[in-house]
């Protein structure tokens, strides 16, 4: 059997094996960049994670991390400290009341310096701002251990 011969009768068997090793290497490319991302997610979370509980604050779940706040810390690295996240904040360091009740409280500075480590672990370039924004706030120890 010559050489052209047994390429015409057997082809789809050539082609069919070149398109599969090229999916699988296709396949093993997405795997590891995921990967990659995957571990970055989590050795950053693991450090949130250690910086919050020297700071005194139970720990968390490091998943619940690696969910909410990913590789690039989520919504909470993208422009933290816009006039957008900064109402944003003020609302919700309120009593709790809704309409006419509602009223501003004095904040524990320590979930300000929880929100700073976060920053501090996923976005440090915006530490600094985001520093200077949390000093014009009003906080307090108000939280008792």
């Known amino acids: 059997m010559s050489p052209t011969r047994m390429w015409s009768e057997h082809r789809w068997i050539y082609v069919g094996a070149i398109v599969v090793l090229v999916g699988m290497m ?3 490319l997405f795997t590891y960049t995921q ?3 995957n571990n970055q997610a989590a050795n950053k979370a693991h450090q949130l994670n250690d910086a ?3 700071q005194g604050f139970p720990a968390l779940k ?6 909410v706040l990913g590789t690039d810390g989520g919504a909470v690295c993208n422009d933290p400290n816009s006039a957008l ?3 944003l ?9 809704g309409g006419p009740g509602m009223r501003p409280v004095i904040a524990d500075s320590r979930i300000l310096e929880a929100g700073a480590e976060v920053v501090k672990v996923y976005c440090p370039d915006k530490l600094d701002d985001y520093q200077r924004k949390i000093n014009d706030l009003k ?3 108000t939280v008792r251990d």
Do not use: P, S
Request: proline share 0%; glycine share 14%; no cysteine.
């Open 52 to 54: 919050l509980v020297a």
């Open 26 to 28: 296709i396949a093993g």
């Open 85 to 87: 996240r900064r109402g």
């Open 89 to 97: 904040w003020l609302v919700q360091m309120a009593n709790g009341a």
């Open 139 to 141: 906080t307090g120890n």
């Open 35 to 37: 990967q990659k991302a």
């Open 62 to 67: 490091v998943n619940n991390i690696i969910d």
